[in-house]
């Protein structure tokens, strides 16, 4: 009996400003959604780090196919970053299309979700496209794809403070990043490349380290504030 094969796309990593962004499809077919949702398979938020590390293996065994594409800080810097998540979705879904007899996508979308399915209809118009936010709450196969980007991003993080110590969860939003960022660059006189420089909270912080001073910081502030 043959079965429909679904990509769901999704991404972790967006708004921190330490460490890659993770985007991952995930194309199941339609018979093993069943099974995915009851072994749990849901927005990777609402799981706990330790159920998604169990699920991971699960949702490869009863994958079609799974990709998993990363953007570093130093592209995050150089590009809008909505215009590298969606040609990255646009890679992926050609990519997916190359190896398995894709019919259907759903994307959790980061903006207009009418502009994600009009840009992805361009890859191939027979598909049939979703974009909706918190897409990863309302269909397995989208929450089946954060899980695996969520669980490849942790990794890579605990693989960062391995190297450069605990720097707490990575968002500006926490104060043991913005502490660890300070001490860092008092140290070193420096923004690692695991940092996101172009983002508002090193600016900030910079600036009320070094002031006004002529750096190359000052310059990315200057060239970001110019665009």
Known sequence: MRTKILAGIDEAGRGPVIGDMFIALVAVESRYLPVLQVAGVKDSKKLSKAKREQLLPIIFSLSSLVIVSRIQPNQIDEYNINVLEMNTILDLVR???????????????????????????????????????????????????????????????DGLKAIYGDF????PSDGKTIEWLKNYYRLHKEIPPIVRRSWATVKKLLYEEVGRSKTLFDYTYNREASK
């Not at 707490?168 to 968002?171: A, I, K």
């Open 95 to 157: 990519r997916a299309r190359r190896l398995v007899n894709l019919e259907e996508v759903y994307i959790d979308a980061f903006t207009d979700p009418g502009k994600i399915v009009e840009k992805v209809r361009l890859v191939d118009n027979d598909l049939k496209i979703f974009a909706e936010f918190k897409a990863d709450s309302k269909y397995v196969v989208v929450g089946a794809a954060s899980i695996v980007a969520k669980v490849l991003r942790d990794k890579h993080i």
């Open 168 to 171: 707490g969860s990575g968002y």
